[in-house]
Nanobody, 119 residues
Framework: QVQVVESGGGLVQPGGSLSLSCAVSGNIASIYHMDWYRQAPGKERELVAYFTHSGSRRYTDLAKGRFTISIDDLKHTMYLHMGSLKPEDTSTYFC?????????????WGQGTNVTVSS
């Protein structure tokens, strides 16, 4: 079992920056993949950025050049650092952790944290 808790959301002005946190606890050794997603009201959930199982960072087009992801291994926390924010970045941001234990693959989702970009 893995527990995932996001935090750090809030209201930010266009052009501003915000960092989100994803605290992970439980069977951390089984983690295979760590992703950030977002979902705006009335829209489908979309992938933002992720760590591969080898630890490489990958960014989707919406994140390239503006967002970065990082991990603090000691705190078991993943971060999404967002800059040059736009109103269209307004969404609920989710962290998801994929674990592999034997033949079983499980995805764990946090409750999400809301980001509003508005003046």
């Amino acid at each position: 079992q893995v527990q995932v808790v996001e935090s750090g959301g809030g209201l930010v002005q266009p052009g501003g920056s915000l960092s989100l946190s994803c605290a992970v606890s439980g069977n951390i050794a089984s983690i295979y993949h760590m992703d950030w997603y977002r979902q705006a009201p009335g829209k489908e959930r979309e992938l933002v950025a992720y760590f591969t199982h080898s630890g490489s960072r990958r960014y989707t087009d919406l994140a390239k050049g503006r967002f970065t992801i990082s991990i603090d291994d000691l705190k078991h926390t993943m971060y999404l650092h967002m800059g040059s924010l736009k109103p269209e970045d307004t969404s609920t941001y989710f962290c998801t952790i994929q674990t592999i234990v034997g033949d079983a693959t499980t995805n764990y989702w946090g409750q999400g944290t809301n980001v509003t970009v508005s003046s």
